[in-house]
C-alpha cells in the first residue's frame, strides 16, 4: 500500500518536522472526532422528578421523562444530535409487552421529544430483555430462547416505536431475521424511510455488566450466549453483517468497541455502508474506575478511545462519554 520506494530515508526524511507543533499535528491529523457523530445514551425510567445515579456507571442516571427531557435541552446546547433510549418499565413479564405497549415508556417519552425538540434524532433500542421478567432478550420456549415467534414482538416494538416518532430503530436483540421481519412490518405501515440501525455483530461480552445493573436486564437464567456471538469469531460476524445488509440494515454496528475494533476494521473495508460503534458500559466504567483512584488521565483516555473507534473506521460513536467529549470538542 505505502509507496516506500518514493520515499528517501534517513536523514532527507525526518517524520518528526510534521509533529513540531501543535499547529500542524491538528492540521495533519489523519482521523477526526466530531461531535455531530456521537449518539447519547439514556435510561428513561417512569415516574417523574426521578434521577438516580447508576453505582457502577459514575455520571449516568436512570432518568423519568421529564429528566430526559432537560437532558435533551443540555444535548442540543452542547451539539450532540442524538439520542439511543432505553426504556425500564415499571412491570416486567414473561413476554416483555412493556416493550410494545402503545403507552409503553419509550413510545411515551419519544412522543415528547419528538414534540419538544423535533430536530434531536430519536434513535430507538428494540428488545425485549429490559421488559421481560426473566430477562432474556425473547421468549422462552423449551426452556430456551425461542427465536421465530420473538420476531413477532420485536416487529410489533419496531412498529410501536416508528408510530411515536421514533427517526432510527435499533434492533439489539440478536436473533436471527429480524432486521429483515422489521423491514418488512415498517414498509407494509408506511414506514419505507425509517433507517434500521442494526446490532449486527454483538457479541456475549462481559463489558455489559454495568447496563444490565442500569437497566435490570441481568438474565434470571443461563446467559446469552446462544443467541449474541462468541468473543473468538471475526470470519462469522462478517456473515452476520452481510445478512443484516441483505435483510434491509442502513446502519450496522459492532459492539462492544474496543475489543473489537479489528472486527470494526474489517466491516469498514468489506461493507460499503455506515458503521457504527458502541462503546459500551464497562468500557466507560472501567476509565470511570482508574480516573476516580487517580491512575489515569480520564479525558485524555476518553478522547484517544474514542478517536481509536474511529480510526479503526466506525462513522458513528454510541457513547456514555458523549457530553464530555462534546465539552472537550467545543472549546
Ligand atoms: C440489550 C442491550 C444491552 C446493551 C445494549 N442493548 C445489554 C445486553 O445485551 O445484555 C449493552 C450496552 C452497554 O453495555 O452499554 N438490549
Known amino acids: 500500500m505505502t509507496k516506500d520506494h518514493l520515499q528517501p530515508g534517513f536523514p532527507v526524511t525526518r517524520l518528526r518536522r510534521m509533529r513540531r507543533t501543535p499547529a500542524l499535528r491538528e492540521m495533519l491529523a489523519e482521523t477526526r472526532l466530531c461531535v455531530s457523530q456521537l449518539i447519547y445514551p439514556l435510561f428513561n425510567v417512569e415516574g417523574e422528578g426521578v434521577k438516580s445515579e447508576i453505582p457502577s456507571m459514575p455520571g449516568q442516571y436512570q432518568l423519568s421523562t421529564d429528566n430526559v427531557l432537560r437532558e435533551c435541552d443540555e444535548l ?47 434513535v ?23 427465536n421465530d415467534n420473538t420476531l413477532e414482538l420485536l416487529t410489533r416494538t419496531a412498529l410501536s416505536h416508528a408510530e411515536a416518532g421514533a427517526d432510527i430503530v435499533a434492533p439489539s436483540d440478536m436473533m436471527d431475521g429480524r432486521v429483515g421481519a422489521i423491514r418488512e412490518t415498517l414498509d407494509s405501515a408506511g414506514f419505507e424511510e425509517l433507517p434500521i440501525m442494526a446490532y449486527s455483530a454483538k457479541y456475549a461480552s462481559a463489558f455489559y455488566g454495568p447496563f444490565r445493573e442500569a437497566a435490570g436486564s441481568t438474565p434470571q437464567f ?10 473468538a469469531n471475526s470470519r462469522e460476524a462478517m456473515r452476520e453483517i452481510a445478512l443484516d445488509i441483505k435483510e434491509g440494515a442502513d446502519i450496522i454496528m459492532v459492539k462492544p468497541a474496543l475489543s473489537y475494533l479489528d472486527i470494526i476494521s474489517q466491516a ?14 464497562g468500557e466507560y466504567s472501567m476509565v470511570k474506575a482508574a480516573a476516580a483512584n487517580g491512575w489515569l488521565d480520564e479525558k485524555r483516555v476518553m478522547m484517544e478511545s474514542l ?25
Not at 443461563?222 to 468473543?231: A, H, L, S, V
Not at 469498514?268 to 458500559?281: G, T
Not at 473507534?309 to 472549546?331: C, E, H, M, P, S
Open 124 to 146: 430507538t433500542d428494540i428488545c425485549l430483555c429490559e421488559y421481560t421478567s426473566h430477562g432474556h432478550c425473547g421468549i422462552i420456549e423449551d426452556g430456551g430462547v425461542g
Open 268 to 281: 469498514k473495508a468489506e461493507f460499503n455502508v455506515p458503521v457504527a460503534a458502541y462503546n459500551v458500559s
Open 222 to 231: 443461563g446467559d446469552r450466549k446462544t443467541y449474541q456471538m462468541d468473543p
Open 76 to 122: 442540543a446546547e452542547l451539539g450532540i444530535g442524538s439520542v439511543l433510549l432505553f426504556g425500564i418499565p415499571a412491570e416486567k413479564d414473561e413476554h416483555g409487552s412493556g416493550a410494545f405497549a402503545d403507552d409503553g415508556i419509550i413510545q411515551r417519552s419519544t412522543r415528547e421529544i419528538k414534540q419538544r425538540f423535533p430536530d434531536i434524532c430519536v
Open 307 to 331: 478517536l481509536s473507534i474511529r480510526r479503526a473506521g466506525a462513522d458513528v460513536i454510541i457513547t456514555y462519554f458523549a457530553k464530555d467529549a462534546a465539552r472537550t470538542l467545543n472549546r
